[in-house]
Structure formats: C-alpha cells, structure tokens
C-alpha cells in the first residue's frame, strides 16, 4: 500500500530557531500534499496544500512566511518553521494524494511533534 | 460557517457491542466522505470511502452510512473489540477536505 514517512519524529527546540520537517511519499509520486496540524483533542486543521514544483496554497490565517513549504520533486515535501514560538508547538501531519484511482483518499504520514522551548 | 460535529468527544462501550459513531455536518456539500482512525501520537489511516450517490458501504466489521439530505454520516463497528479503541475522524471532500475532531472509542474487555 501507499506509505507517507515523516522525519523528524519529534524535535524539540528553543524559541527563535527554524525547524525543517519532511515528508516523503516512499513508493508513489504525490503530486500534491498537504500539511496539518493537530493541538491536542482537537481536529486537523489544513494549513496548506503543496503542489509539486509550484508555490503552495496556505489557508486562511496560516501565515506563509512563517511556515515555508518546498515540494521539490514528487516524493518530498518540506515545511520549515521559521523563527518557531511556544505557540508554535503542535504535531503536524502531511499527507499525499494517493495514487489515481483511489478516489481523493489520502495517505498519512505518522506526524512530527514539535515543542518549542 | 460550515461545521463538521461528531456526536462525541468520547464514547465507551463493552468487547462484543456495536459502537455507532455520528458526523453530522452544516454549509457544506461534500462529493465524499471518509472515516479514519487515528491512534495516540500517529497520523491518521484510511477506512472508508463513501461518495454522495452512496447510501452505505462495508469493509469487514466496519459499516457506513451517508445521508446527503440529514446531512449525517453513520460509523459502526460490530463485534468491537478492545484493539478497536482508538479516536475516529470523519472528513468531508469537496475541493478541500475538512475533518471533524473525532471521538475517542473505548472497547472495554
């Protein structure tokens, strides 16, 4: 089946550092991926939607200079944190469009917990 | 606003009972939907798909219905069993694809 990895698993970091999480799509090409992020009990809330070698659609109220997605090739899709704050602490998510055929089902990578100090 | 509301935030039930689950959403008018579950500290994974044309789909113990016109979705596990514990999201597709906030099962032995 399609698998999304995700690396780091969890990182930790002090306030004011960036933090670059990937995504990588292992044995398909997503041409499109998206990224969420998750506070604790509640729902995954999409902050944007990445397009393989074009600029990514951030959602309303994600702001795109602090949250820089890179979807280089196929398979990788990067979102770095700039300039992360304690608020900026969540478990963020990507995910990729599966393979054709699947009918919009989206494969989940296993998350990144990210705490800012 | 749209709204996606799932009937709970937390539901128990005893190994062996039917665990019934509800998603009911406003504003919005989805061309899917479909059910994930998602574990502590791990991503969501697939379950089901179901389209607007469809009124219920299957997979093993897994049954689902959508109802365009309430405006409601129906998650059932039979015969639960404690590996079943887990918290369930619902999401609607249309161009984008919004989730609920879940309900966390408990299957007691």
């Known amino acids: 089946g399609a698998v999304v990895s995700q690396h780091p698993s969890w990182v930790i970091c002090k306030s004011g550092t960036s933090v670059k999480i990937e995504c990588r799509s292992l044995?398909?090409?997503?041409?499109?991926m998206f990224w969420y992020r998750q506070f604790p009990k509640q729902s995954l809330m999409l902050m944007a939607t990445?397009?393989?070698?074009?600029?990514?659609?951030?959602e309303q109220g994600v702001e795109k200079d602090k949250f820089l997605i890179n979807h280089a090739s196929l398979t990788l899709s990067t979102l770095t944190v700039t300039s992360a704050h304690p608020e900026d602490s969540s478990f963020y998510i990507c995910?990729?469009?599966?393979?054709?055929?699947?009918?919009?089902?989206?494969?989940f990578g296993p998350g990144t917990r990210l705490t800012v100090l | 606003s749209q709204k996606i509301e799932q009937n709970s935030e937390a539901l128990n039930i005893q190994e062996g009972k039917t665990a019934t689950l509800t998603c009911n959403y406003t504003?919005?008018?989805?061309?899917?939907l479909q059910w994930y579950r998602q574990d502590p500290g791990r991503g969501p994974v697939f379950l089901l798909l179901?389209?607007?044309?469809?009124k219920e789909k299957r997979k093993e113990r897994l049954k689902v219905t959508f109802d365009t016109t309430l405006k409601q979705s129906l998650f059932h596990i039979t015969a639960s069993q404690p590996a079943d514990s887990a918290t369930y999201l619902c999401?609607?597709?249309?161009?984008?694809?919004?989730f609920g906030a879940g309900t966390r099962l408990t299957v007691k032995p």
């Open positions: 179901i389209r607007e044309n469809e």
């Open positions: 990445s397009n393989e070698g074009s600029k990514a659609t951030y």
């Open positions: 995910s990729a469009r599966g393979p054709s055929g699947g009918g919009n089902e989206q494969f």
């Open positions: 504003n919005y008018s989805p061309a899917y």
């Open positions: 044995d398909f090409q997503a041409t499109t």
């Open positions: 999401a609607l597709i249309n161009n984008d694809m919004r």
